[in-house]
């Protein structure tokens, strides 16, 4: 049964009076007055209401019969109907001859009022469902029996193959991002619809599903860069806020089971790294960043502490910085010791001597595929360490 708000009540009292001059009631269902232009009657029972209610039909009271009531004047009541059920009743107060004609018009007028009220309403509680479901999914809170179930009731093709983004909104100087804001962007994300589904994270923090198979039936990052890079052409056009956008791997759905969550973690990663080697950057793809994305899990780890060792020991008997940037520099030129030379403005003996001096200290050899994977992995967790702990 549809549970009239005094809102509501009010909002259709306000319309109706600026159309015919009148003074309006509109009681709920029990009779009582939720609302009227004389706000002394607010929370009394109209008798005339509930004769209407009683006989489902409209009520015409004259002077003579409103005087034998309690708490009624000369009018009209009518009832308003939703959903094949009476809801409540619109009265117009005033002798009946003299307002008969608008009846049918505040009725209709009432029952609009209550019909959109509705729809908002259900397309408000669907959304928030709809958010509450893209939510758990994400975090792998729904077993996949669930994720059928709820995303069938919602009209979601989870079999839709999809990569998930992360969306992070930062207001100037240090304030919050208002709600207004938000679901102007998650506005700016589903318009025109490309099939996003989009939730609340946090009053900071957005995910997105996009769709993969833009082209092709394959996934393709270019193509996802030049429309993050549009996306965030359109929101600075309009929202004076920052914005930084992870996007996240493609993970293939394996034995019938979306495996969506894998794809959210790598873009909380890929943002977070992102974030720590580029901060000048706004966008960032795990495509651009997979190797310290996937080694930054390693920092915290005793298998990373354990890579890490030979650099560290590096680090510290490297006091001016030299070695390590020697290191740096033959990673980049992939071990071409001209190329390297020349970039450090330093003879190929000199060159020879620090890379000696290197193998010496951390016992891996450069020469080795084993040896200079290891410094160049254990290179990238120590600098997505740096960056955390700035």
């Not at 408000?124 to 994400?138: A, G």
């Amino acid at each position: 049964m549809y549970i009239f708000d005094p809102r509501l009540a009010q909002q259709i009292v306000d319309r109706t009076m600026d159309i015919i001059g009148f003074n309006i009631n509109v009681m709920n269902a029990k009779g009582v007055i939720l609302a009227s232009g004389d706000t002394q009657r607010i929370n009394t029972v109209h008798e005339g209401a509930l004769l209407a209610i009683a006989n489902g039909r409209t009520v015409e009271i004259d002077l003579e019969t409103a005087n034998n009531l309690v708490g009624v004047k000369p009018g009209i009541n009518l009832t308003l109907s939703f959903a094949g059920d009476v809801i409540g009743v619109v009265g117009i107060t005033g002798e009946p001859d003299a307002i008969r004609n608008y009846g049918k018009l505040v009725k209709m007028t009432a029952e609009m009022i209550v019909e959109q009220a509705a729809l908002l309403e259900k397309l408000q509680w669907d959304r928030r469902h709809k958010e509450e479901f893209i939510v758990q999914w994400v975090k792998g809170q729904l077993s996949h029996e669930q994720c059928i179930d709820w995303a069938q009731r919602l009209g979601i093709d989870i079999a839709m193959p999809r990569v998930a983004a992360v969306i992070e909104l930062s207001a100037s100087q240090g304030q919050g991002v208002s709600t207004q804001t938000i679901r102007r962007v998650i506005e700016l994300l589903e318009y025109p619809a490309r099939d996003n589904l989009v939730a609340m994270l946090s009053m900071s923090e957005l995910v997105v599903l996009k769709p993969a198979f833009l082209a092709e039936q394959q996934w393709q990052p270019e193509l996802e860069r030049q429309r993050i890079s549009a996306l965030l052409q359109r929101i600075e056009q309009e929202q004076t806020i920052q914005i930084n956008v992870g996007l996240g791997h493609f993970f293939d759905t394996r034995n019938g089971v979306s495996r969506i969550p894998l794809s959210y973690q790598s873009a909380l990663q890929t943002l977070a790294v992102g974030k720590q080697l580029q901060p000048d950057q706004q966008q960032y793809l795990y495509h651009d960043l997979s190797l310290p994305v996937l080694v930054s899990a390693l920092a915290e780890d005793w298998r990373g502490q354990e890579l890490i060792k030979p650099y560290q020991m590096l680090r510290q008997q490297d006091k001016s910085g030299q070695l390590e940037k020697t290191l740096k520099a033959y990673f980049t030129h992939f071990g071409d010791l001209n190329a390297c030379a020349t970039s450090l403005f330093v003879h190929r003996n000199t060159l020879r001597y620090r890379l000696d001096k290197i193998i010496q200290i951390t016992g891996l050899d450069l020469q080795s595929l084993d040896g200079l994977v290891q410094l160049y992995l254990a290179s990238t967790v120590v600098q997505v360490c740096d960056l955390k702990h700035k």
